[in-house]
């Protein structure tokens, strides 16, 4: 990805895989996969952490590693939360071809 200085910046892994499984087609993804999709939910931990990342944002106090961080943790929610959708579909599509 380009940042602002016009160099390319490589994402983490994790974050790579799940843009990978984001694009999934829904016919794809079984059902009992999409259940465990759906049943996935951030640790607290990582709730508290964005809680004071966000706050530290709103603060304009954030670090350039922070803000990083930040950044992470909102791609990642933004790809779960596509998955989840997909899986949602494929619960939909399942229950509508009984």
Do not use: C
Request: charged content about 25%; proline content about 3%.
């Amino acid at each position: 990805m380009a940042t602002r200085t016009g160099t390319t910046r490589h994402e983490p892994v994790g974050t790579a895989v799940l843009e990978q499984l984001a694009e999934l087609d829904v016919e794809s993804i079984s059902p009992a996969t999409a259940r465990k999709l759906l049943r996935f939910r951030f640790a607290a931990s990582h709730h508290r952490r964005v809680h004071t990342l966000s706050a530290k944002a709103q603060e304009g106090t954030l670090s350039p590693a922070e803000r990083d961080e930040l950044d992470e943790y909102i791609r990642v929610g933004t790809l779960l939360a596509i998955l989840q959708s997909r899986a949602r579909q494929v619960l939909k599509n399942a229950q509508q071809a009984l």
